[in-house]
């Protein structure tokens, strides 16, 4: 069963510095039809302004990924760490016990646009951690690249819960098949481009939850940019 979640039909909210989509119930955004998938808690797709970001906020018991698109984002936490994360960089902090950070817009002249996902951990109150590690275009082009698993194989972050979560890049014409195992469920989510899957056209910002499938073929309309969330 495929369940297509449109762009248009994300909660949004425009703060002039910020710019989101809610792809999930979120902040003042809450829809009981759309609270996750699975594990898969946040995919906020967020535009923030040159020089503008988010304070200084607390977060605990949670897997948090940010995924960059365009620019670069500047990120400060309560361990020490202090990082910038371009497009390529895949940025996971483990909340667990109890962490602050601040993200911001690391230039003053371009806005930076990404994604924030939130997976559920499969434990609690872990011992907070981070983690950021960069995946050539090449490595993601026309194939499947893992980008975050539980037990962080093929150079992947890792993260406490029972997900693979996989990343693409597709020009128009190529195809990738994705078996979905017995028992897993699959969320399909397009952060640029246009692709087509298993015949459903899908375009930037659309969503997808797969259930009760075995095979995904997903297709390059276009130039296109997917992330693919295999879920327990």
Do not use: C
């Amino acid at each position: 069963m495929l369940q297509i979640r449109r762009a248009n039909e994300r909660g949004h909210a425009d703060h002039g510095w910020l710019n989101t989509y809610h792809s999930f119930s979120f902040a003042d955004y809450y829809d009981p039809k759309h609270m996750g998938f699975r594990q898969l808690r946040v995919i906020n797709e967020d535009r923030v302004q040159p020089g503008r970001g988010f304070p200084t906020h607390p977060h605990r018991n949670m897997e948090i990924i940010s995924y960059v698109l365009e620019g670069a984002l500047e990120h400060k936490d309560s361990m020490g760490n202090g990082s910038v994360i371009v497009p390529g960089e895949v940025q996971r902090m483990s909340a667990g016990t109890g962490i602050t950070h601040s993200e911001f817009n690391h230039s003053q002249a371009e806005l930076v646009h990404f994604l924030q996902i939130w997976i559920l951990p499969d434990t609690e109150e872990v011992k907070p951690s981070y983690e950021q590690t960069y995946f050539p275009d090449e490595e993601k082009r026309g194939k499947l690249r893992l980008i975050a698993s539980a037990d962080g194989r093929d150079g992947s972050v890792t993260i406490h819960q029972d997900v693979n979560l996989y990343a693409t890049l597709l020009e128009a014409g190529e195809e990738i098949m994705y078996s979905i195992s017995s028992g897993r469920h699959v969320w399909l989510q397009v952060a640029q481009g246009k692709v087509i899957v298993n015949d459903n056209k899908l375009a930037h910002g659309d969503g997808l939850a797969v259930s009760n499938d075995s095979q995904l073929k997903v297709s390059g309309d276009g130039f296109a940019e997917v992330l693919l969330f295999d879920l327990a």
